[in-house]
């Protein structure tokens, strides 16, 4: 394995490592020691990658924010007719529930980790652009609100799933999200064309 094959592993480790303290259930807890010994690393190739525990974090928020992106985007992509608004709801359930330290990074750790300060509501706008450009029936100001409102429902919801505040069966859970995301396309047909 070349040198920089040999970074970019890890480059790879530290955030799969930084991901599970990032989004560990009794909340986060990131130190550099912490990180090191979990990726089983020493420090000096932690700081060839970042230059302190607050990039780490930051670094590690971005990379699961683009997944889960990337992730809802593909689910619109590919799904056609009446799967069109569960599809990405499913890939979102998938992402963020079948992986909760995932989630919990994604949803809950901008609430308590003050390194991400802003770094949620900068996710925000587009997730509310992939819901808005399905509202296709809507003029541009009320689809801007609806996919405002959607993504903050789903938001919530999450969180609280993720939390154990929403303590409803999995099936029952996807089922009302599906259906949120459904009404909200309702206007003069489906949620996407």
Known sequence: MSIDDRRRQRFTTLLDVGTS?????????????????????????????FTDRDQFVRAVYAQV????????????????????????????????????AVGRVLLLAPLSEPALGGSGAALVPGFVELVRAQLTDRDADDAQLVAVGVVGALTALFAGYLDGTVTVPREKFVAHCVELVSEAGRKTGSFMP
């Open 65 to 100: 924010g683009e997944r889960a992106r990337a992730s809802i985007e593909s689910a619109v992509e590919h799904a056609q007719g009446d799967a069109r608004a569960e599809a990405p709801v499913r890939a979102f359930v998938e992402l963020v529930l079948d992986d909760p």
């Open 21 to 49: 303290l990032l989004g560990a259930p009794e909340g986060p807890s990131v130190s550099v020691r912490a990180v090191c010994r979990a990726a089983k690393l020493t420090e000096r190739y932690f700081y060839e990658s």
